[in-house]
């Protein structure tokens, strides 16, 4: 958990130093609608259903052509319903029920993205990004109308690929954008261990002066 | 300036969107589906010894710790539905002067007050509302060995519970060997309590007369 932080916080900083040192250059931000895919423990033991409800923002900060790093935020909910079962509790205990399980995800992630063709005035871009920070987690589990929700947080990291097509000709910062990110959760509550999901995005990005 | 305003507007109205659309466990679910069934039952009791049974003709109802007996067409409902399901798991409805191995008391609980319910709050004042002279054993106690977690509660339970009258002047108590317990929205309509009965029943596959 130190480690965690100390990296964080190295992070935090060089960005605040890297802002405060050239204010003039352009910030840019990045809205887009996210789709949201469970794996491993998460899609077996808790939800398997495809989230359609989702978005991400970011406001980066491009500290040349071909690199930029900034804070990512955005929100995705899981849901799944379960037809009625029966299952064993304590003792000789048997109920029959319908069980819901939801999932709400907040990340706050530093997440830097590399653009290979920097300047290029190409009319496909590719990039990757990486970043790491925690998620806000909303665990929900419902037994007929009977249950509650229990919030943690968790560390959080995310690797993705994508293209950015930009408007117009010339170096541009607006553009609409298209990819994919791996996410990785750590979670160990409830039955669930990790909550590693794929994500499909498509959004907007553009300069802010 | 301008740009700035509408740049959080934008924000504004993606974080209220984003939010808006996530689903509602509660709201996605209907009368039917928001229901729990769960049933306990005394392990150690071979359930094919039992052989009679007769059942209350009326249901207790307790109203924030406040017991009246009743009988309107939904609490009938859930009688008949008892019976039969009784006498289709082979054991025969006598009457209460018959010595019957077992006794059914049906009650239904509303508790607005504390939110909460659990089967030994409910237990606690079992006699005071359902007096073991009626089942003949007047001066015994009543004895249940479940104990429930609490749910909150938001609209009332029903409560099954079956007495071990074959043992009561053995054992010098009344047992509670099985219990239904029917919790969630809509749970006393006469339609369904067919239904619902039946789920309990269905659930407890050792309760067999044979």
């Known amino acids: ?209 | 300036m301008k740009s700035k305003n509408g740049l959080w507007v934008s924000i504004m109205v993606l974080a209220v969107g984003f939010t808006s659309c996530s689903k509602d466990p509660l709201a996605n679910l209907t009368a039917e589906e928001s229901r729990i069934y769960i049933t306990n039952h005394d392990s150690t009791k071979n359930f094919s010894n039992y052989h009679t049974f007769s059942i209350s003709d009326s249901v207790a109802v307790l109203n924030n710790g406040e017991a009246s007996k009743q009988l309107n067409q939904t609490d009938q409902a859930f009688i008949d539905a008892v019976k039969t399901e009784m006498q289709n798991d082979g054991y025969t409805l006598v009457n209460k002067g018959a010595n019957p191995d077992l006794g059914i008391n049906i009650t239904r609980i509303y508790n607005t007050s504390t939110g909460i319910i659990s089967y030994s709050n409910y237990y606690d004042y079992y006699g005071g509302y359902w007096d073991p002279y009626y089942w003949g054993y007047g001066g015994y106690n009543y004895y249940s060995p479940y104990s429930y977690a609490t749910y909150s509660i938001r609209e009332g339970a029903l409560s099954i519970d079956m007495l071990n009258l074959k043992d009561a002047p053995a054992t010098n108590k009344i047992e509670v060997i099985w219990n239904g317990l029917i919790r969630g929205s809509g749970i006393f309509n006469a339609n369904t309590a067919a239904d619902q009965v039946n789920k309990l029943f269905t659930q407890s596959p050792y309760l067999k007369s044979k």
């Open chain 1, 1 to 209: 958990m130190k480690k965690r932080f100390v990296i964080l916080m190295t992070v935090c900083a060089v960005c605040f130093i890297g802002l405060s040192a050239s204010a003039q250059e352009k910030f840019k931000m990045e809205l887009s609608y996210n789709v949201s895919v469970p794996v491993g423990s998460f899609k077996n033991d808790y939800i398997g259903k495809t989230s359609f409800r989702g978005g991400t923002g970011m406001i980066s900060y491009t500290f040349n052509p071909k690199f930029s790093l900034g804070l990512s935020s955005g929100y995705q909910n899981y849901y799944q319903k379960y037809g009625r079962q029966l299952y064993k509790l304590d003792g000789n205990q048997t109920v029959s029920a319908v069980l819901t399980n939801s999932m709400d995800i907040v990340p706050i992630l530093f997440r830097g993205t590399f653009y290979p063709l920097g300047t290029s005035t190409s009319m496909v871009q590719p990039y990757v990004s990486a970043g790491a920070g925690v998620n806000l987690i909303n665990y929900g589990q419902y037994l007929g109308e009977f249950g509650g929700t229990e919030s943690s947080t968790a560390f959080a990291a995310q690797a993705g690929a994508g293209i950015k097509i930009p408007f117009g000709k010339g170096p541009t910062q607006n553009g609409i954008k298209i990819g994919a990110t791996y996410n990785y959760s750590n979670y160990n509550n409830n039955d669930v261990s990790k909550l590693n999901n794929v994500g499909i995005n498509a959004g907007v990005i553009f300069g802010l002066k």
